[in-house]
Nanobody, 123 residues
Framework: QVQLEESGGGLVQAGGSLRLSCAASGRTFSRHAMGWFRQAPGKDREFVAAISWSGGSTYYAEFVKGRFTISRDNAKNTVYLRMNSLKPEDTAVYYC????????????????WGQGTQVSVSS
């Protein structure tokens, strides 16, 4: 069982930056791939970024490439999402998710989810 808690969301102006954190409970964090997804009002939840259990492989949605960076610190049981050059269309609730071993871009592949953190970008 893995419990996840996101933090770091907030209100930022367009062009600004935020760093989201996702803290995981349990002793098996290093066996889990981690993903970030987001859901804007009135839209389906969508994939943002993912990282393998070792941190050796990362994956990004096209619309965040070059702006967002996913990373993890297995010693701290934490995964991060650094978001630069934020746009109003990045406004959403951001969720972290976990699954054993291999990263996936598909929401249905993840077994554990956090409650989400709100990111709002003003124009």
């Amino acid at each position: 069982q893995v419990q996840l808690e996101e933090s770091g969301g907030g209100l930022v102006q367009a062009g600004g930056s935020l760093r989201l954190s996702c803290a995981a409970s349990g002793r098996t964090f290093s066996r889990h791939a981690m993903g970030w997804f987001r859901q804007a009002p009135g839209k389906d939840r969508e994939f943002v970024a993912a990282i393998s259990w070792s941190g050796g492989s990362t994956y990004y949605a096209e619309f965040v490439k070059g702006r967002f960076t996913i990373s993890r610190d297995n010693a701290k049981n934490t995964v991060y999402l650094r978001m630069n050059s934020l746009k109003p269309e990045d406004t959403a609730v951001y969720y972290c998710a976990a699954r054993e071993w291999y990263a996936s871009t598909r929401e249905r592949d993840y077994d554990y989810w956090g409650q989400g953190t709100q990111v709002s970008v003003s124009s």
